[in-house]
């Protein structure tokens, strides 16, 4: 293993993609510190320290920025925008034909996707950025403190100030999305899940020091053991996949033959990845929003539906919260599955190519054997994906830990999928310079 990664600081290419890739996220991280224009730094810690974590309401964002969406910093949106976008335009291609024919003209039609993607990136930017500050002007960013200054983080209230704000966030967005698209062309690995991967690692530390402060070193102990468990657990699942066996048949082109070759179709047990817990999370925030800001003024009585969601549908350890949670993320893992693996289509393409599943005849048999495969392994793996995101909110019930539990959630999935896959792309390029990989 150590001669391997010796190998990988001896490749001058390698080992400058990586350094580039370093430099990225240091300067990523970097930005994540420093404020936005016209906040008032010392309130901002003075909540942060003494909310001890996110707001429930904030939570996903906050994970999704590495902490700088509570912090008002200028990457205080972090890479949320960009997800939010990219999610909608590949939904997109299933209302929309345009969308749909342009992802099918290869290259030049994906690029045009990802230009829309951008300009979307940019506008929810914008969308954002003026709810975020509406908010922390309101004094609603730290709900759970009575802190007077928790009301008092902007210093500055006029037009121009707000504007400069929404400007700055909004670019910081922008830098983002940009330093990501470098790191994909001139770094290693996917630039923008590597961003993501930085965001949700660096609230790890952290985390785990408020558990072993606020519960004692013995429970800190025995969630790092329990963690580690949950990592093993989610890479054997991450990994796991149904192959369903294609044999293509022999063809004469000339002179030459094609085909005749045996391979497979692999069907991943979560091939939703952690798309169904975002959609899940961004569903159920919206009754808590809704409720928000519809809280009557001091000395009135809210109305009966808004104590109704304030007490079951804003704590993550109310037993309703989780059961509607779980239930979400069951539904739309099968709703993301059937609009990013079409079986006609593959079925189809078989057999443009003549290809064909052993004992299925090619054509309609096909995609119905295709679609009752999916529908067999996407059961385990929406039942999977809901027990891993209801882990944060156990263990808060269970040990008082922070909502944002590390070893759990959007934050294990992501953290295990993106490191797999730079370990597999480094792996790659070690194999074709030295005919070795990582591991002998």
């Not at 404020?35 to 010392?42: H, K, L, Q, R, S």
């Not at 000395?299 to 509607?324: A, C, F, R, S």
Request: with cysteine.
């Amino acid at each position: 293993m150590f001669n391997a990664i010796g190998r990988i600081f001896r490749t001058p290419d390698l080992r400058r993609k990586i350094g580039f890739t370093l430099g990225i996220v240091a300067l990523f991280r970097l930005g994540s510190f420093i404020p936005a224009p016209f906040v008032d730094f010392g309130n901002v810690q003075q909540c942060l320290a003494a909310n001890q974590g996110a707001s429930g309401l904030y939570e996903l964002v906050n994970l999704f920025s590495g902490g700088a969406l509570l912090q008002l910093s200028i990457f205080a949106l972090g890479i949320m925008p960009y997800i939010t976008a990219s999610i909608i335009v590949q939904l997109l291609r299933v209302v929309i034909p345009h969308f749909e024919t342009l992802y099918k003209e290869g290259q030049a039609g994906q690029a045009k996707l990802t230009q829309y993607t951008r300009y979307l990136t940019i506008a929810l930017g914008v969308l954002q950025s003026t709810t975020l500050i509406t908010v922390a002007r309101s004094g609603a960013l730290f709900p759970a403190n009575s802190d007077p200054s928790c009301s008092q983080l902007i210093t500055n209230d006029a037009w121009y100030a707000i504007m400069l704000m929404v400007v700055t966030m909004t670019a910081g967005t922008g830098l983002i999305m940009w330093l990501g698209e470098l790191i994909t062309e001139r770094g290693i690995g996917n630039g923008m899940s590597l961003l993501i991967f930085t965001s949700i690692a660096a609230t790890f530390p952290g985390s785990l020091w408020a558990i072993g402060i606020s519960r004692g070193w013995d429970v800190f102990a025995v969630v790092l053991a329990i963690g580690l468990l949950i990592v093993v657990a989610v890479v054997f699942v991450e990994q796991s996949q149904r192959r369903i066996p294609v044999q293509y048949a022999k063809r004469m082109v000339g002179r030459r033959t094609y085909g005749g070759n045996n391979t497979y179709i692999p069907i991943k047990v979560n091939m939703a990845g952690v798309v169904p817990v975002i959609f899940a999370s961004s569903l159920l925030y919206l009754p808590a929003l809704i409720a928000q800001f519809n809280q009557p003024a001091a000395g009135e009585t809210p109305q009966p539906w808004v104590v109704w969601i304030t007490n079951n549908l804003t704590k993550g350890d109310h037993p309703l919260y989780m059961l509607i949670y779980f239930l979400l993320i069951v539904g739309f893992t099968y709703f993301y599955v059937a609009i990013t693996f079409n079986p006609d289509e593959v079925a189809e393409n078989m057999k443009k190519y003549g290809g064909f599943i052993p004992g299925i005849r090619a054509g309609r048999p096909t995609a119905e054997y295709l679609d009752y495969v999916l529908t067999r392994v996407t059961l385990p793996g929406s039942l999977y994906l809901g027990l891993i995101a209801l882990l944060p909110l156990i263990f808060f019930a269970a040990v008082g830990a922070n909502q944002n539990f590390p070893f759990g959630g959007a934050s294990i999935l992501i953290i295990v999928g993106v490191g797999l896959e730079t370990v597999k792309q480094i792996d790659a390029q070690l194999q074709q310079r030295h005919y070795e990989g990582l591991l002998r």
